[in-house]
């Protein structure tokens, strides 16, 4: 009776393991750890925004001293984007996340009215490499809170669907992350006047 019992605990051992690692157990924290990477790319873009814009806008400045306003604008909203933050843990967080947008939807209204501001500099070589640094910019945070809303989709997914399900709810306690979503504005498109008229 004591070598069945052995026998019978040394072949359940293997179909416990694997019945674990069928239930997702492996793929809950990968697709966790994917989606904060990817959150920290948007971060990492975000402040490369951050660290380049005020070498641009002082050679901006250099050429259109009547501006002042705008750049101070610029410069304000700038420190108030990096000072608000959401780490890891508050991806959970729906105002978190809205707060991190508004921050940094003002820092972008604020790059519009300093564009807006520049007629006559439309051929000057600095405003236009400002003008190139902000869309590349611009291009590159997309692209970072793109690929992280698809690592939240998958994250959110995984979570859901059988059979990680059981060890997102038993083992982890795995909660939805919130995706980056777009402030009301962004809705609509900006009206970018130049001053020519047209």
């Not at 026998?7 to 994917?34: D, H, M, R, W, Y």
């Not at 640094?133 to 690929?147: F, H, K, P, S």
């Amino acid at each position: 009776m004591t070598i069945d019992r052995r026998f019978s605990a040394a072949l359940l051992a293997p179909v416990a393991a694997i019945a674990v690692t069928g239930c997702g157990i492996n793929s809950v924290p990968t697709a966790q750890k994917e989606a904060k990477a990817k959150w920290a790319d948007v971060q990492a873009q975000y402040q490369r925004r951050a660290d380049l814009i005020p070498n641009l806008v002082n050679t901006v400045r250099a050429a259109a001293n009547q501006e002042r306003t705008v750049l101070r604008e610029v410069t304000e909203a700038r420190a108030s984007a990096t000072r608000i933050t959401v780490t890891p843990e508050q991806l959970t967080d729906p105002d978190a996340m809205n707060r991190y947008a508004q921050a940094q939807q003002q820092l972008t209204l604020s790059l519009q009215r300093l564009q807006e501001a520049y007629p006559e500099l439309h051929t000057n070589q600095n405003f236009m490499t400002l003008q190139d640094q902000l869309e590349g910019t611009e291009n590159r945070i997309a692209n970072a809170r793109r690929d992280y809303n698809a690592a939240v989709q998958a994250y959110n997914t995984t979570i859901r669907t059988f059979p990680a399900v059981i060890g997102a709810r038993v083992i982890y306690g795995s909660q939805p992350m919130v995706p980056y979503r777009a402030d009301e504005a962004a809705q609509t498109a900006p009206r970018v006047d130049f001053g020519n008229g047209q």
